[in-house]
């Protein structure tokens, strides 16, 4: 099992570019969440989506948009990139249920705007 | 408001000690999930232990346990014998329930350093 990938790995982008950030995971989870971690700052939800065909915002949401394609994959869209969304992303995927809460995290994407 | 605060920024344990990682949280809600994770200079976010609510005995995984005081709420975590490999960042969650579905809130972190 590959757990939880994400690409690319890092990225540049110029204001006002536009890309999306890819999240796959071979769990069968239903639950698959985006995140971003800005430094001296723990990781702060951006969206997540409770099972296939459902998204929520969490709590960082402005400037981002999100795709639950399938049950394995959940993207991430930059619309119009701004300095302030340079961060690091984290996927992550959970099975509600029982005591398997824990949320298993992709490697994340480092993601630079200029 | 749901909240995690992690009050020590930074740590120092000489290898083999033992060390305690602070973190208090801030819930109304009666039944809630608390989990540490570590991450290295690599980057990655690596689960280390979980703690529920209405858990009754302190959670132990190896050499990691989660000293968990409900009435203070707090839930610290205690890593025995550190090791070098233990430095990184330590970051408290909580799992919480938002709408349909629970998502985690992070503490802003620990960095910890082991020194030889």
């Known amino acids: 099992n590959a757990g939880v990938t994400q690409t690319p790995k890092f990225q540049v982008l110029k204001t006002g570019q536009s890309m999306t950030l890819q999240c796959a995971q071979d769990?069968?989870?239903?639950?698959m969440y985006w995140y971003r971690q800005d430094p001296g700052m723990g990781l702060r939800l951006i969206y997540y989506s409770a099972s296939e065909g459902t998204t929520d915002k969490g709590e960082v949401p402005n400037g981002y948009n999100v795709s639950r394609l399938n049950k394995r994959e959940f993207s991430l869209r930059l619309e119009s990139a701004a300095p302030s969304q340079t961060s690091v992303y984290f996927c992550a995927s959970s099975e509600l249920g029982g005591e398997l809460y824990e949320q298993y995290f992709g490697p994340g994407t480092r993601l630079t705007v200029t | 408001a749901q909240k995690i605060t992690q009050t020590q920024p930074g740590m120092f344990v000489q290898e083999k000690e033992a060390v305690t990682l602070d973190c208090t949280y801030d819930?109304?809600?009666?039944?809630?999930?608390l989990f540490w994770y570590k991450q290295p200079s690599s980057g990655e976010m690596i689960f280390l232990i979980y703690?529920?609510?209405?858990?009754?005995q302190n959670a132990t995984e190896g050499r990691y346990s989660l000293n968990f005081q409900k009435a203070r709420k707090s839930a610290n975590l205690v890593i025995s014998a550190s090791q070098l490999g233990d430095s990184a960042m330590y970051f408290c969650a909580m799992f919480r329930y938002g709408g349909s579905q629970g998502n985690l809130i992070f503490g802003k972190g620990t960095k910890l350093s082991v020194k030889p």
């Open positions: 819930t109304s809600d009666p039944s809630y999930g």
């Open positions: 703690q529920g609510s209405y858990d009754q």
């Open positions: 769990m069968n989870h239903n639950s």
